[in-house]
């Protein structure tokens, strides 16, 4: 079965924009929880411009599904994870100017960094997953340094389809399948996400060798219109028709 873990970001975004406690992501992360979210998906940025680190420790508290731990490659971050020891962590690029995640990681350039950074997280029980392009070179590289999952970055897919580049989408697609194939042959266990929506999720979630899709502000916007439960289960429904 294709697991589905739901990002909760942007419910503390809306929450941030009025500086009030609601709305409050946990109780988005339990509503996904009882509509079959699989996982729930939080990243804490430096900056905390959604995420804070209550809400961290609120989510360590109240999930009865595993927590994947968004974070960049920092002191402050590894820190943050091996005191709450996380189901999984998600080592992923961040730049303060940034509005969202632009890229994957840069893995073959910073392999003996990123390999003594996450070597305590393994220790810790965490499972590591590296968010990088669907690049072969990358993905050697993260299985060198010990990563134990790749998260292949699927918004430039996103990104062609609807700004109707079909061409240059279905070319990325044939790369997002080579890659994910790769990484499953590398023995790395492969998940997916970034920018998915209705529309696009079918051809992704259709790869055999993908274990999990990540998805959040798609939802968090469609919830505004169906309410969160019945948008996560349209999209749970989509990943399982696409399986089949």
Known sequence: MLRLGVNIDHVATVRNARGSAYPDPVRAAKLAEEAGADGITAHLREDRRHIADADIDALMEALSVPLNFE????????AI?????????????EKR?????EGGLEVAREENKLA???????EAGCRVSIFIAADQAQIEAANRIGAQVIELHTGAYCDFHYEGRFEERDAELVRLTEMAGFAHSLGLEVHA???LTYET???????PELMELNIGHFLIGESIFRGLQPAIAEMRRLMDEARR
């Open 116 to 122: 003594h950074f996450i070597a305590p997280l393994r």
């Open 81 to 93: 994870a091996l005191c709450h020891k996380p189901h999984a962590v998600c080592i992923v690029p």
């Open 97 to 101: 100017e940034e509005r969202t995640t």
């Open 201 to 207: 999720v079918g051809p992704i979630a259709a790869l």
């Open 71 to 78: 974070m960049a490659a920092t002191d402050e971050m590894q």
């Open 193 to 195: 996400g970034h920018g």
